[in-house]
């Protein structure tokens, strides 16, 4: 139980220290954020502080922090420190830098970014990969509340139900102005969210030694033998870094007043993630005692997993109340999915997103593909597992591009170029991950550890010496001038 307040300390410890480095190194001034000199009305629309803080987190959070933590849990308590480390170094930093950045260039997404910052070829790569891997999010983020929801109804209220209701609810929430209905839901879903984090850690802690908290270890525990490398830092993606952020960051972009509140908004919203990761993961190690229970509970749902550490820990009032804030957490990051799916398309297609006619124009078929995926999903035994798992590792790639991105823009636009390392760094590494993953995985290639291990890690020496060469030349054409 130490490790864990110690690592709750970490965060805290990191949003103040190193986001203030990151804040220094991107060094946010005065100038016109897009809420305040576009201000259409639609998706550039003045937030205040707070308001905007809890939607970032709502946009962010989803499955990813309950459900990837849980099964990051499988690893044991080494999880805790990815979590801790790879949010503060790496995915605090990636949300911030996405939301800066593309503030500075009125609200573009990532797609775009990739464009202006690392050339054509990577923007059209990243507008299709963007698209897919949100329309892989929202299908997620249908699915499992839906699984929750079947628990808690009558027996004609399914999943296939709970499905068809909540994309209605995505329709509405994807075609109205941001702050008409996202605005004002979620701040009082992001209240719930806390309350229920802070219930379940709280019953294991005051559970009178029911629950037992181990403390941090780097042995590996997964009762299958999986290596820590690179699946522990592929399955917990939200908690610590997560691609999917550099989608919502830029919707966020459009609605902050000033560049200054940036901070507390992105890096804040990436701790306060971390930490509902850190609550899970806990959770799940100590309510089922071993890692071997753990895992084979989740072979059942990870759902399943939700509803009875849930009810377990806090009873059956306590436990819906859980529970509902966990069906809150993933709806309200599936709606923004398919919202940032159709900002994306709106700039490659140039069409204007005051008219309702080219919202639907876009948001129906990306709804019908989400449908489509979601029925899959539903009506096969692994069909969750199967979207979960490609899912992950399009959220791991497009983070990794995100970092060079950003690493790219500090070195042609930032004040201070050795700065660059700042994202430089976590790019490396989760290009190491990415490439080692996809070359090994069941749903990849396939291929041995070793090879797999080499290519990894030799792709991200190689791309970090590419860095190293810009830096250089970025430094001499300074010194020159």
Known sequence: MISLFAAFGVLIIGYFVYGKVTEKIFAPDDRQTPAVAINDGVDCVPMKTWKAFLIQLL?????????????????????FLWIVFGSILGGAVHDY??????????????????????GK?????????SVVLLVLCGTVFVTSPAGLLDKLTPDWMNGTFWAIVILA?????????????????????????????????????????????????????????????????ITVACGAVSGFHATQSPMIAKCIKTEKEGRKIFYGAMISESVIALVWAAAGVSFYGTTQLLNEALANGASNVVYEISTGVLGVVGGVLAVAGVIVCPITSGDTAFRSARLILAETFKLNQKKIKNRLLITIPLLVIGGLLTWFAITNDSGFQIVWRYFSWSNQTLAMIALWVA???????????????????????MTAVSLTYILMAQEGFRLNQTISYTAGICAAVVLFAVYLIALIRHQKKRCAK
């Open 169 to 233: 609810y995505y329709l509405l929430a994807t075609l109205l102005p941001i702050d008409k209905l996202i605005g004002k839901l979620y701040p009082i879903f992001g209240v719930l969210l806390i309350v229920m984090a802070g219930a379940v850690i709280g019953g294991i802690v005051f559970s009178g030694g029911k629950y037992t908290i181990p403390e941090i270890s780097l042995q590996n525990l997964h009762p299958a033998g999986t290596p820590v490398w690179p699946y522990m830092f």
């Open 59 to 79: 946009n962010i959070a989803g499955t990813g922090p309950i459900f990837g933590a849980l099964m990051g849990a499988v690893f044991g308590p080494v999880v």
């Open 121 to 129: 070829v990577a923007k059209w790569i990243m507008r299709i990969f």
């Open 407 to 429: 690493t790219a823009y500090l070195l042609k636009k930032g004040k201070y170029r050795f700065g660059s390392l700042l994202t430089a760094f976590p790019a490396s590494f």
């Open 97 to 118: 830098m996405s939301g800066m950045i593309s503030s500075r260039h009125e609200g573009a997404s990532i797609a775009e970014l990739s464009g202006t910052y690392i």
